[in-house]
Protein backbone atom coordinates (compact mmCIF):
# COMPACT_ATOMS: atom_id res chain seq x y z
CA UNK A 1 0.00 0.00 0.00
CA UNK A 2 2.67 2.90 1.07
CA UNK A 3 3.63 4.54 -0.81
CA UNK A 4 -0.10 5.72 -2.03
CA UNK A 5 -1.72 4.90 1.46
CA UNK A 6 -1.20 8.03 3.17
CA UNK A 7 -3.52 8.58 6.01
CA UNK A 8 -1.56 11.47 6.76
CA UNK A 9 -2.62 13.62 4.25
CA UNK A 10 -5.87 13.90 5.90
CA UNK A 11 -4.26 15.18 8.98
CA UNK A 12 -2.34 18.16 7.03
CA UNK A 13 -4.08 21.21 8.15
CA UNK A 14 -7.22 22.08 10.51
CA UNK A 15 -9.30 22.70 7.66
CA UNK A 16 -9.04 18.99 6.43
CA UNK A 17 -9.08 17.67 10.13
CA UNK A 18 -12.34 19.42 10.24
CA UNK A 19 -13.50 17.78 7.15
CA UNK A 20 -13.22 14.62 8.14
CA UNK A 21 -13.60 14.85 11.16
CA UNK A 22 -16.50 11.91 12.27
CA UNK A 23 -17.77 12.89 16.00
CA UNK A 24 -18.55 16.42 16.92
CA UNK A 25 -19.93 17.32 19.90
CA UNK A 26 -23.08 20.14 20.36
CA UNK A 27 -24.18 21.56 23.14
CA UNK A 28 -27.05 20.31 22.98
CA UNK A 29 -25.87 16.54 23.77
CA UNK A 30 -25.24 18.02 27.26
CA UNK A 31 -27.62 17.41 30.53
CA UNK A 32 -25.82 19.83 33.59
CA UNK A 33 -26.52 18.39 36.39
CA UNK A 34 -27.61 20.37 39.56
CA UNK A 35 -28.14 19.77 43.80
CA UNK A 36 -31.16 21.73 45.42
CA UNK A 37 -31.36 22.02 48.60
CA UNK A 38 -34.04 24.43 50.57
CA UNK A 39 -33.50 27.65 51.81
CA UNK A 40 -32.78 30.75 50.43
CA UNK A 41 -29.20 32.52 49.33
CA UNK A 42 -27.95 29.30 49.60
CA UNK A 43 -24.38 28.28 46.91
CA UNK A 44 -22.21 26.25 48.40
CA UNK A 45 -19.33 24.62 46.86
CA UNK A 46 -19.25 20.95 47.01
CA UNK A 47 -15.16 20.13 48.05
CA UNK A 48 -15.59 16.87 46.60
CA UNK A 49 -16.36 18.82 42.93
CA UNK A 50 -15.22 21.95 42.69
CA UNK A 51 -17.46 24.23 41.03
CA UNK A 52 -20.31 22.38 41.41
CA UNK A 53 -22.93 23.71 43.96
CA UNK A 54 -25.86 23.01 46.41
CA UNK A 55 -27.83 25.92 45.52
CA UNK A 56 -31.43 27.01 47.01
CA UNK A 57 -34.00 27.14 44.33
CA UNK A 58 -33.33 30.99 44.20
CA UNK A 59 -29.77 30.14 43.07
CA UNK A 60 -30.85 27.72 41.04
CA UNK A 61 -32.47 29.81 39.03
CA UNK A 62 -29.44 32.22 38.65
CA UNK A 63 -27.38 29.34 37.70
CA UNK A 64 -29.96 27.77 35.26
CA UNK A 65 -29.92 31.31 33.53
CA UNK A 66 -26.01 31.48 33.34
CA UNK A 67 -25.94 28.12 31.77
CA UNK A 68 -28.53 28.87 29.11
CA UNK A 69 -26.25 32.03 28.58
CA UNK A 70 -23.14 29.07 27.94
CA UNK A 71 -25.66 27.35 25.71
CA UNK A 72 -26.96 24.57 27.91
CA UNK A 73 -30.77 23.67 27.15
CA UNK A 74 -31.20 20.63 29.13
CA UNK A 75 -30.52 20.44 33.26
CA UNK A 76 -30.91 17.37 35.95
CA UNK A 77 -31.99 18.07 39.53
CA UNK A 78 -30.64 16.14 42.49
CA UNK A 79 -32.60 16.34 45.78
CA UNK A 80 -30.74 17.42 48.95
CA UNK A 81 -33.77 17.07 51.73
CA UNK A 82 -34.20 18.80 55.23
CA UNK A 83 -34.45 15.67 56.81
CA UNK A 84 -33.98 12.35 56.10
CA UNK A 85 -36.01 9.05 57.28
CA UNK A 86 -36.45 5.30 56.41
CA UNK A 87 -38.90 5.14 53.58
CA UNK A 88 -37.27 8.97 52.31
CA UNK A 89 -40.60 10.38 52.21
CA UNK A 90 -39.71 13.89 51.13
CA UNK A 91 -38.52 11.92 47.77
CA UNK A 92 -42.48 12.56 46.58
CA UNK A 93 -43.48 15.52 48.91
CA UNK A 94 -45.42 17.96 46.29
CA UNK A 95 -43.11 20.92 48.46
CA UNK A 96 -39.72 19.06 48.33
CA UNK A 97 -37.00 20.72 46.91
CA UNK A 98 -36.61 19.43 43.32
CA UNK A 99 -40.65 19.47 43.32
CA UNK A 100 -40.51 23.36 44.11
CA UNK A 101 -37.36 24.13 41.84
CA UNK A 102 -38.81 22.29 38.95
CA UNK A 103 -41.73 24.50 38.80
CA UNK A 104 -40.05 27.61 39.24
CA UNK A 105 -37.33 26.24 36.58
CA UNK A 106 -40.37 25.20 34.07
CA UNK A 107 -42.03 29.07 34.63
CA UNK A 108 -39.05 31.25 34.03
CA UNK A 109 -37.69 29.18 31.17
CA UNK A 110 -40.06 27.55 29.52
CA UNK A 111 -38.10 25.75 26.95
CA UNK A 112 -35.44 24.40 29.06
CA UNK A 113 -35.61 21.20 29.49
CA UNK A 114 -36.18 19.82 33.18
CA UNK A 115 -35.18 16.17 33.97
CA UNK A 116 -34.95 14.86 37.74
CA UNK A 117 -33.47 11.82 38.97
CA UNK A 118 -35.97 9.68 40.85
CA UNK A 119 -34.43 7.82 43.25
CA UNK A 120 -34.76 7.77 47.39
CA UNK A 121 -31.16 7.54 48.54
CA UNK A 122 -30.90 11.24 49.07
CA UNK A 123 -33.84 11.23 51.01
CA UNK A 124 -33.68 7.80 53.51
CA UNK A 125 -31.96 7.84 56.81
CA UNK A 126 -29.93 4.76 55.46
CA UNK A 127 -28.76 6.44 52.17
CA UNK A 128 -30.12 2.74 50.52
CA UNK A 129 -32.09 3.67 46.88
CA UNK A 130 -35.36 1.66 48.70
CA UNK A 131 -36.83 0.43 51.34
CA UNK A 132 -35.44 -1.66 53.71
CA UNK A 133 -36.88 -5.22 55.67
CA UNK A 134 -34.64 -7.39 57.62
CA UNK A 135 -31.09 -5.77 56.69
CA UNK A 136 -32.14 -6.12 52.67
CA UNK A 137 -33.49 -3.60 50.09
CA UNK A 138 -36.57 -5.08 49.50
CA UNK A 139 -37.51 -4.29 45.62
CA UNK A 140 -41.26 -4.76 45.32
CA UNK A 141 -42.53 -1.82 47.85
CA UNK A 142 -39.47 0.30 46.80
CA UNK A 143 -40.76 1.21 43.14
CA UNK A 144 -44.49 1.96 44.56
CA UNK A 145 -42.32 4.42 46.08
CA UNK A 146 -40.63 5.37 42.73
CA UNK A 147 -43.43 5.41 41.29
CA UNK A 148 -45.01 8.09 43.48
CA UNK A 149 -42.15 9.90 43.78
CA UNK A 150 -41.12 10.36 39.46
CA UNK A 151 -45.32 11.07 39.26
CA UNK A 152 -44.44 13.60 41.88
CA UNK A 153 -42.00 15.06 39.88
CA UNK A 154 -44.37 14.85 36.65
CA UNK A 155 -46.66 17.40 38.76
CA UNK A 156 -43.85 20.02 39.43
CA UNK A 157 -43.67 20.06 35.49
CA UNK A 158 -40.67 17.34 34.65
CA UNK A 159 -40.52 17.01 31.13
CA UNK A 160 -37.91 13.88 31.70
CA UNK A 161 -37.89 11.73 34.90
CA UNK A 162 -34.93 9.39 35.12
CA UNK A 163 -35.01 6.66 37.75
CA UNK A 164 -31.36 5.96 38.89
CA UNK A 165 -31.95 2.97 41.80
CA UNK A 166 -31.70 -0.32 39.79
CA UNK A 167 -34.79 -2.34 41.47
CA UNK A 168 -36.47 -4.43 39.14
CA UNK A 169 -39.66 -3.63 37.35
CA UNK A 170 -39.68 0.28 38.40
CA UNK A 171 -39.50 1.38 34.98
CA UNK A 172 -43.14 -0.20 34.73
CA UNK A 173 -44.26 0.91 37.66
CA UNK A 174 -43.63 4.39 36.81
CA UNK A 175 -45.06 4.41 33.32
CA UNK A 176 -47.91 3.10 34.85
CA UNK A 177 -48.04 5.69 37.61
CA UNK A 178 -47.79 8.33 35.29
CA UNK A 179 -50.28 7.16 32.84
CA UNK A 180 -52.76 6.88 35.56
CA UNK A 181 -52.07 10.71 36.82
CA UNK A 182 -52.46 11.73 33.29
CA UNK A 183 -49.03 12.10 31.90
CA UNK A 184 -48.42 9.80 29.57
CA UNK A 185 -46.41 12.46 27.39
CA UNK A 186 -43.48 12.28 29.91
CA UNK A 187 -40.08 11.07 29.24
CA UNK A 188 -38.20 8.19 30.82
CA UNK A 189 -34.78 8.27 31.18
CA UNK A 190 -33.64 4.99 32.85
CA UNK A 191 -30.32 4.21 34.14
CA UNK A 192 -30.92 1.14 33.04
CA UNK A 193 -26.93 -0.07 33.33
CA UNK A 194 -25.50 0.94 36.02
CA UNK A 195 -22.93 -0.19 37.89
CA UNK A 196 -21.61 -0.41 41.79
CA UNK A 197 -18.46 1.99 40.65
CA UNK A 198 -15.87 3.12 42.72
CA UNK A 199 -16.36 6.69 40.34
CA UNK A 200 -19.46 7.24 42.34
CA UNK A 201 -17.30 8.81 45.45
CA UNK A 202 -17.52 12.29 45.21
CA UNK A 203 -21.24 12.57 44.52
CA UNK A 204 -22.10 10.61 47.32
CA UNK A 205 -20.54 13.13 49.52
CA UNK A 206 -22.26 15.69 46.99
CA UNK A 207 -25.63 14.30 47.96
CA UNK A 208 -24.71 13.14 51.44
CA UNK A 209 -26.28 9.64 50.35
CA UNK A 210 -23.65 7.35 50.77
CA UNK A 211 -25.23 3.98 52.17
CA UNK A 212 -25.05 3.84 56.34
CA UNK A 213 -24.70 0.28 56.41
CA UNK A 214 -23.08 -2.20 53.53
CA UNK A 215 -23.18 -0.73 49.75
CA UNK A 216 -25.06 -1.15 46.72
CA UNK A 217 -23.78 -4.12 45.30
CA UNK A 218 -27.08 -6.13 45.33
CA UNK A 219 -28.94 -3.89 43.18
CA UNK A 220 -26.50 -1.89 41.13
CA UNK A 221 -24.58 -4.06 38.10
CA UNK A 222 -21.47 -5.84 38.48
CA UNK A 223 -18.54 -3.58 36.69
CA UNK A 224 -17.33 -7.17 34.93
CA UNK A 225 -20.40 -7.73 33.23
CA UNK A 226 -22.13 -6.30 29.35
CA UNK A 227 -24.36 -8.95 28.21
CA UNK A 228 -26.19 -8.26 31.38
CA UNK A 229 -26.27 -4.54 30.67
CA UNK A 230 -28.32 -5.80 27.08
CA UNK A 231 -30.52 -7.66 29.26
CA UNK A 232 -31.59 -4.50 31.80
CA UNK A 233 -31.71 -2.40 28.71
CA UNK A 234 -34.11 -4.55 27.32
CA UNK A 235 -36.11 -5.01 29.78
CA UNK A 236 -36.55 -0.93 30.42
CA UNK A 237 -37.60 -0.94 27.14
CA UNK A 238 -40.25 -3.01 27.24
CA UNK A 239 -41.33 -1.43 30.22
CA UNK A 240 -41.71 1.81 28.82
CA UNK A 241 -38.32 3.59 28.99
CA UNK A 242 -37.83 6.10 26.08
CA UNK A 243 -34.14 6.54 26.81
CA UNK A 244 -31.63 4.53 28.20
CA UNK A 245 -28.36 5.47 29.79
CA UNK A 246 -25.10 3.38 30.77
CA UNK A 247 -23.66 4.67 34.00
CA UNK A 248 -20.64 5.71 34.71
CA UNK A 249 -19.13 6.44 31.03
CA UNK A 250 -15.81 6.30 30.96
CA UNK A 251 -14.25 2.99 32.07
CA UNK A 252 -17.78 1.14 30.18
CA UNK A 253 -17.03 2.84 26.16
CA UNK A 254 -17.72 -0.81 25.64
CA UNK A 255 -20.79 -1.46 26.74
CA UNK A 256 -22.41 2.22 25.81
CA UNK A 257 -21.25 1.10 22.24
CA UNK A 258 -23.00 -2.55 22.50
CA UNK A 259 -26.49 -1.04 23.47
CA UNK A 260 -26.17 1.47 20.91
CA UNK A 261 -25.11 -1.39 17.87
CA UNK A 262 -27.93 -3.78 19.58
CA UNK A 263 -31.25 -1.09 20.06
CA UNK A 264 -30.26 1.81 18.23
CA UNK A 265 -32.98 3.91 20.38
CA UNK A 266 -31.62 6.97 21.83
CA UNK A 267 -28.87 6.24 24.38
CA UNK A 268 -27.55 8.68 27.23
CA UNK A 269 -24.05 7.96 29.35
CA UNK A 270 -23.41 9.60 32.55
CA UNK A 271 -19.95 11.13 32.64
CA UNK A 272 -19.90 10.56 36.75
CA UNK A 273 -18.76 12.62 39.60
CA UNK A 274 -15.44 10.79 40.23
CA UNK A 275 -14.13 10.71 35.94
CA UNK A 276 -15.02 14.67 36.55
CA UNK A 277 -12.83 15.20 39.94
CA UNK A 278 -10.93 12.78 38.63
CA UNK A 279 -9.89 15.00 35.61
CA UNK A 280 -9.81 18.38 37.65
CA UNK A 281 -7.48 16.95 40.24
CA UNK A 282 -5.16 16.46 37.52
CA UNK A 283 -5.29 19.16 35.65
CA UNK A 284 -4.94 21.36 38.68
CA UNK A 285 -1.70 19.27 39.38
CA UNK A 286 -0.52 20.32 36.12
CA UNK A 287 -0.31 16.53 34.88
CA UNK A 288 -2.69 17.20 32.28
CA UNK A 289 -4.51 20.00 30.39
CA UNK A 290 -7.82 20.78 31.36
CA UNK A 291 -9.77 21.81 28.51
CA UNK A 292 -7.79 19.98 25.90
CA UNK A 293 -9.01 16.69 28.20
CA UNK A 294 -12.47 17.60 28.62
CA UNK A 295 -13.28 17.71 25.09
CA UNK A 296 -11.42 14.80 24.63
CA UNK A 297 -13.46 12.47 26.98
CA UNK A 298 -16.31 14.25 26.23
CA UNK A 299 -15.85 13.24 22.59
CA UNK A 300 -14.76 9.15 23.47
CA UNK A 301 -18.29 8.80 25.15
CA UNK A 302 -20.12 10.31 22.35
CA UNK A 303 -18.10 8.05 19.67
CA UNK A 304 -18.54 5.33 21.48
CA UNK A 305 -22.31 5.95 20.67
CA UNK A 306 -23.95 8.29 23.66
CA UNK A 307 -26.39 10.62 21.87
CA UNK A 308 -27.03 12.38 25.09
CA UNK A 309 -24.03 13.05 28.01
CA UNK A 310 -24.92 13.65 31.45
CA UNK A 311 -21.74 15.85 32.63
CA UNK A 312 -20.38 18.06 35.35
CA UNK A 313 -18.73 19.97 32.53
CA UNK A 314 -21.47 21.08 30.72
CA UNK A 315 -20.97 24.71 31.24
CA UNK A 316 -17.46 24.40 30.59
CA UNK A 317 -17.85 22.47 27.66
CA UNK A 318 -20.56 24.21 25.68
CA UNK A 319 -18.31 27.66 26.38
CA UNK A 320 -15.22 25.34 24.75
CA UNK A 321 -17.39 24.64 21.60
CA UNK A 322 -18.74 28.32 21.11
C1 LIG B 1 -28.49 8.01 43.07
C2 LIG B 1 -27.45 8.43 42.12
C3 LIG B 1 -26.06 8.30 42.22
C4 LIG B 1 -25.52 8.98 41.12
C5 LIG B 1 -26.59 9.45 40.38
N1 LIG B 1 -27.78 9.08 41.00
C6 LIG B 1 -25.20 7.73 43.27
C7 LIG B 1 -25.20 6.31 43.60
O1 LIG B 1 -25.83 5.47 42.98
O2 LIG B 1 -24.52 6.02 44.59
C8 LIG B 1 -24.06 9.16 40.84
C9 LIG B 1 -23.71 10.37 40.05
C10 LIG B 1 -22.27 10.71 40.03
O3 LIG B 1 -21.41 10.04 40.64
O4 LIG B 1 -21.96 11.71 39.38
N2 LIG B 1 -28.88 6.71 43.05
Same mark, same amino acid.
Given at each position: MFPVARPRRLRRTAAIRDMVRET????? #????????? &?????? $??IASMPGNFHLSVDRLLEEAAAAREDGVRAVILFGIPDKKDERGSEAWDDEGAVQLAVH *???????ELIVATDVCLCEYTSHGHCGVIADGVVVNDESIELLARTAVSHARAGADIVAPSDMMDGRVGAIRAGLAEAGFSEV??? $?????YASAFYGPFREAAESAPQFGDRRAYQMDPANADEAL????? #?????? #??????? +????????? *??????????? +????SGEY $????? +????????????ILEVLTAIK *?????????? &??????????
Open positions: TLDPA #DFVYPLFVR &HGEGIR $SE *RLKEAFPTIL $SYAAKVEVGL #DLEEGA #DIVMVKP +ALAYLDVIR *RVKETYGVPLA +AYNV $SMLLA +AAERGWIERERA *RAGADIILTY &HAREAARLLK
